[in-house]
């Protein structure tokens, strides 16, 4: 079945590092791609997504490009800031018996230091 | 726009108890999503509703059960509580089309001892 494989954490970085979190999926189909961010104490909140192979999904100075040749969707984002602290979900889409459902990598804890 | 909402935030059950967690999704969502969301497990997709119609459904015992209503809003039952079912569960809604994003809210943290 579809699944997606996210590295794992924690990562801690100083403020202005770059960042990359690595993101894995696996997918019959075409599925579309998420990353969602999850604040202390709070639910899930959608930080960018991408429908199709090459395109690239951009929020809050994040990126990611769903790579279909290599099955990625890795977020970057060139500066991380102390408030960019949270766990990371990659997600992707599937669509099954009319309805759909997201499958969710394990997540990436990031902890960034002043 | 007002977000999604769970009520309670908390709850703490004994084993063996039966539980009802609610969600009223955003305004003109009609898609409502359930997750559970365990350190170990992650989050796992429970079921989806969509105009008061279990869509889709998730690898879960039949222990766990849900509904919609007219307006869109949603319950979720777990009965006959054990332990491993302590979890924070997420609700989330959309617009119901295929690659929509979810929309989440904040979740209601159950503790079953």
């Known amino acids: 079945g579809d699944s997606v494989t996210q590295m794992e954490g924690p990562v801690t970085l100083s403020e202005e590092a770059f960042l990359t979190i690595n993101c894995t999926y696996t997918a019959t189909g075409y599925p579309s791609l998420f990353w969602y961010v999850q604040y202390p104490g709070e639910g899930l909140q959608l930080l960018l997504k991408a429908t199709k192979a090459d395109d690239k999904g951009s929020n809050k100075g994040f990126e990611a490009t769903y790579r279909k040749e290599t099955t990625s969707f890795h977020l970057e984002k060139g500066s991380v800031q102390v408030s960019d602290s949270a766990v990371y979900f990659c997600a992707l889409s599937a669509q099954e018996n009319s309805g759909y459902a997201l499958n969710f990598g394990k997540g990436t804890s990031l902890l960034v230091t002043p | 726009k007002a977000g999604v909402t769970q009520t309670p935030r908390y709850l703490i059950k004994t084993r063996g108890q039966q539980v009802t967690l609610s969600c009223s999704p955003i305004?003109?969502?009609?898609?409502v999503s359930w997750y559970q969301q365990t350190p170990g497990q992650g989050l796992q997709f429970l079921f989806e509703y969509f105009s008061e119609t279990q869509r889709n459904k998730g690898n879960f015992p039949g222990r766990f059960s849900g509904r919609q209503f007219s307006n869109s809003r949603s319950e979720m039952n777990v009965s006959t509580l054990e332990l491993g079912d302590s979890a924070l569960y997420l609700c989330a809604s959309s617009l119901s089309q295929y690659n929509s994003p979810l929309h989440f809210g904040n979740g209601t943290r159950l503790t079953v001892t």
């Open positions: 305004s003109g969502h009609r898609s």
